[in-house]
């Protein structure tokens, strides 16, 4: 089946700190891969995405490489801000329709 | 771009009532609908898939006459809890789009308590 394991938070750094939040998958078929960002109070927002193997998607900062060898799809950045401090997503979706697989959701809070 | 609006962003209502979520795509025509719901510590999980005109597809184990999706217009999805009990209390999302060529914006969802 299609599922995703994400890191459990939450997760509080320092401003300037390095950030990663680890993501593994599985699926049946080649997915898609996606980070998507949840501010205080709004909806899902894409970060970035990536659709094939070795696919390194990167926004305000932040990036991620689609590796197949591991079923990864890593979020990094490597200065965090406290304007960083959501709750953060990694998803799947394959061909069917693009409905998502979630995973469980990490909270980030970066402390001045 | 594309927005979702949600409402209500949070309800609480008592056991036994119907609650309603709305959501309308505001500058785009949302052929199809997505309604999730996640559970305290656990994944955004698919519940149904609408599209517009048409019954929804419930995922299984979601109760279709428990959870009604209406579909009428391209700009407009609603869920309704009927009979609340506190164990729907969720926090539910919707996602709508044109097709996967065009992606998916997502509502910024609805905390359902139910007391």
């Known amino acids: 089946g299609n599922s995703v394991t994400q890191m459990e938070g939450p997760v509080t750094l320092s401003e300037e700190a390095f950030l990663t939040i680890n993501c593994t998958y599985t699926?049946?078929?080649?997915?898609?891969l996606f980070w998507y960002v949840q501010y205080p109070g709004e909806g899902l927002q894409l970060l970035l995405k990536?659709?094939?193997?070795?696919d390194k998607g990167s926004n305000k900062g932040f990036e991620a490489t689609y590796r197949k060898e591991t079923t990864s799809f890593h979020l990094e950045k490597g200065s965090v801000q406290v304007s960083d401090s959501a709750v953060y997503f990694c998803?799947?979706?394959?061909?069917?329709?693009?409905?998502?697989?979630f995973g469980t959701g990490t909270s980030l809070t970066v402390i001045p | 771009g594309a927005v979702v609006s949600q409402h209500p962003s949070w309800v609480i209502c008592k056991s036994g009532t119907s609650v309603k979520i709305e959501c309308r795509s505001l500058?785009?025509?949302?052929?199809?609908m997505f309604w999730y719901r996640q559970f305290p510590k656990q994944s955004l999980m698919l519940m149904a898939t609408?599209?517009?005109?048409?019954?929804?597809?419930?995922e299984q184990g979601v109760e279709k006459d428990k959870f009604l999706i209406n579909h009428a217009s391209l700009t407009l999805s609603t869920l309704t809890v009927t009979s609340a009990h506190p164990e729907d209390s969720s926090f539910y999302i919707c996602?709508?789009?044109?097709?996967?060529?065009?992606?998916?914006?997502f509502g910024s969802g609805t905390r359902l308590t139910v007391v």
């Open positions: 699926a049946t078929g080649y997915p898609s």
């Open positions: 998803a799947l979706s394959v061909n069917t329709g693009n409905q998502f697989y």
């Open positions: 990536a659709t094939k193997a070795d």
């Open positions: 609408s599209n517009e005109g048409s019954k929804a597809t419930y």
């Open positions: 996602s709508g789009g044109q097709g996967q060529n065009y992606g998916y914006t």
């Open positions: 500058d785009f025509q949302a052929t199809t």
